[in-house]
């Protein structure tokens, strides 16, 4: 049906006189195919740039859980050697500092570069998949004590603190180079 279509169609834009030399394609067919194509293209366009784009921060949404998740093992291999600077007994409902780590001061900072050295972080260079640049090293995971839960909370910072306290589910603080 749909070639019984097109085939009048035909007959009626090229007529009789070139079927007698039918050796290439006439410019109609031509420009068709060239018209098809452009619509395909500019539709598409769009739709690629999306998925590249939901890809990447998908990329970088991994790469900040890594950290956190890094630093989650870091302090889950240290648990016994962590001093919270307060007791629970004093804020039973609120969140407790951390003091030290095996006797070195931390104030509740882990500092990226430490969790590069001690080997809990994979790569020495760790690259933003947005734009390519590197990870600044003094960007660091704050974590308290949470004496409700009973349970540490993370928070991802910058090296200068310009971010507020954020739920341990949001990774927008942390700064690359």
């Given at each position: ?21 039918n ?15 452009g ?5 598409m ?20 859980e ?16 962590i ?16 003091a ?33 640049k ?11 004590f ?30 690359w180079?």
């Amino acid at each position: 049906m749909i070639y019984f279509f097109f085939g009048l169609c035909y007959n009626f834009i090229v007529g009789d006189k070139m079927r007698l030399n039918n050796k290439g394609f006439s410019l109609v067919e031509v420009l068709a195919v060239v018209v098809i194509l452009g619509v395909l293209v500019v539709i598409m366009i769009p739709a690629v740039n999306d998925v590249i784009k939901k890809n990447r921060e998908n990329n970088l949404k991994d790469l900040k859980e890594s950290i956190i998740s890094s630093a989650k093992l870091y302090v889950s291999d240290n648990r016994y050697n962590i001093k919270l600077s307060e007791s629970c007994d004093n804020n039973p409902n609120g969140t407790v500092g951390v003091a030290s780590i095996d006797g070195q001061a931390v104030a509740g900072l882990i500092f990226l570069f430490a969790l590069n050295e001690k080997g809990y972080l994979s790569s020495s260079k760790i690259v933003n998949p947005n734009d390519k640049k590197e990870l600044d090293l003094q960007s660091y995971v704050k974590f308290e004590f949470d004496c409700k839960k009973r349970e540490y909370v993370y928070y991802p910072f910058s090296n200068t603190g310009e971010c507020n306290v954020v739920s341990s589910y949001k990774y927008s603080c942390l700064k690359w180079k």
